[in-house]
Nanobody
Framework: QVQLAESGGGLVQAGGSLRLSCAAS????????MAWFRQAPGKEREFVAA????????YYADAVKGRFPISRDNAKNTMYLQMNNLQPEDTATYYCATTTFYSGSNYRTLPTPADFNAWGRGTQVTVSS
């Protein structure tokens, strides 16, 4: 069974940067898609970014494209989200997710939470103006 643990959240001023990490344990995720979602208070959980297994194809929500590059280190079974030029609207709890049923190499539409079957507990990111 896969366990995911996020880290790296915190409080930052607008324009600042943070790097989130998602460490996986229980099995190797090298061949499976990993993704970041976020959820602000009173809002639905929304897709942020994903990276496929094997091919490292990347997918981004329009709101973060060009600011939040996603990457993974298969040797460490870890995924990262480098968040640059953070804005107050980026304030949310950030969750990492994976599914062991799909590599994520050919999404035709952006993933949704229903596409994933393992989740971390989340890390809080707060951006002050």
């Amino acid at each position: 069974q896969v366990q995911l643990a996020e880290s790296g959240g915190g409080l930052v001023q607008a324009g600042g940067s943070l790097r989130l990490s998602c460490a996986a344990s229980g099995r190797s995720l090298n061949n499976f898609v990993m993704a970041w979602f976020r959820q602000a208070p009173g809002k639905e959980r929304e897709f942020v970014a994903a990276i496929s297994g094997g091919t490292d194809n990347t997918y981004y929500a329009d709101a973060v494209k060009g600011r939040f590059p996603i990457s993974r280190d298969n040797a460490k079974n870890t995924m990262y989200l480098q968040m640059n030029n953070l804005q107050p609207e980026d304030t949310a709890t950030y969750y990492c997710a994976t599914t062991t049923f799909y590599s994520g190499s050919n999404y035709r539409t952006l993933p949704t939470p229903a596409d994933f079957n393992a989740w971390g507990r989340g890390t809080q990111v707060t951006v002050s103006s």
